[in-house]
């Protein structure tokens, strides 16, 4: 396993470990960062170890311990580095016994503590168990950089000022710390299923992740509707995921993917899931979206969709949980159920009220739009700002050929008599 694939695909589980290690975010970055430069350094000549994971915990807990000694506060840390130290030797992650062992979902829940601004919870989570980058975050916020990344600084001082606690709360805490723990495995979902950046459309490992944590959510709350919803939710949208790319990597529609493709065992869970989570009170927003990824899932053919229901579902899910996005995507449902006519001026009220700026699917939505109207040259238009705004290799290649479409469209189309 090269080093890049590594961080990827490991660094949030890393990170988590050295968390609980050290107790402290910003000196578990710094010791797993200078780990991952010895392995650059060394691994080369030396060969990769056995367990490189581990390699890396036991390394950064050694730079920890440098660094406490550097700072003078090593007396009162070495007994706790210590007695856990010895738990990152074994390659399989194992602990020691606890009432819901797993670092990683302490993490979830530390950072989702109610003294945090929920988006300054999800954030954090992204960035420490996601390994998102601060630029990445900015991107699912529809946030400027700077703005993140001070975001980010408040969030973790907080935790270490209000001394916040490294574990799974009591089953009393659970319910208040609930919403922010599904914010944020939500949003984890939603990078590795369509990434902000990189070369690939999706990143399989938040994917994965996303959805064991939200199993074991729903496994300590079992009566949590909107975790089951959530799960449910996770589970029809991921079972997509092998026919949203072809085998050069590019994009897939939804209308023209190979439906052979998408997992049926996940569809079948994730249907298995769906009444328990739309049962009793009034549904959650994320019991509403698995109600409208369950449309899609149980449509033979993408002509036998039922875009009006959807569309309906996100007026729903509107009213629940109102956002932009939720705006931009029943216009899109709107569109595919009455007519690009009819979704267009929804998309164009969006752009005006700005809330959206940046944002390039508002802008690819519309181009689409205009370009079903064969209004070839405003389409064109409005594909290159989406191009311009996108940060997805896939994506960027998929607006590029259509770009090119709408210019050669445009190009071609009869000139109007004066």
Known sequence: MDLDRL???????????????????DRAEEAMQEAFAVAAERWPAEGEPARPRSWIIGTARHKALDRLRRER?????????VETGARVSDASGAEAPDELPDDRLRLVFTCSH???????????TLHTLGGLTTEEIARAFVVPQPTMAQRLVRAKRKIRDAGIPYRVPSRAE????LEGVLATLYLVFNEGYAA??????????LSVEAIRLARLVVELLPGAREARGLL????LTDSRRDARTDARGDLVLLEEQDRRRWDSAAIAEGLALLPGALSGAPPGPYAVEAAIAALHARAASAAETDWRQIAALYGTLQRVRPSPVVALNRAVAVAMAAGPEAGLPLVEELEREGALAGY???????????????RHAEAAASYREALVLAGNGPERRFLSRRLEEAERAASSAPIAAP
């Not at 506060?73 to 580095?81: E, M, Q, V």
């Not at 109610?114 to 954090?124: D, G, K, S, W």
């Not at 449910?232 to 589970?235: H, I, S, W």
């Open 73 to 81: 506060i090593f007396a009162s840390k070495a007994p706790l580095l």
């Open 196 to 205: 902000t950046a990189g070369d690939s459309l999706v990143r399989r490992d």
């Open 232 to 235: 449910a939710l996770m589970l």
């Open 360 to 374: 390039h699917l508002l802008s690819a939505a519309k181009a689409d739009l205009l370009r079903r109207l064969g």
């Open 114 to 124: 109610p003294a945090l601004p929920l988006e300054a919870r999800v954030a954090l």
């Open 174 to 177: 659970l319910p208040e710390r």
């Open 7 to 25: 961080f990827r695909e490991e660094s949030g589980r890393i990170l988590a470990s050295l968390i609980r290690l050290v107790g402290d975010f």
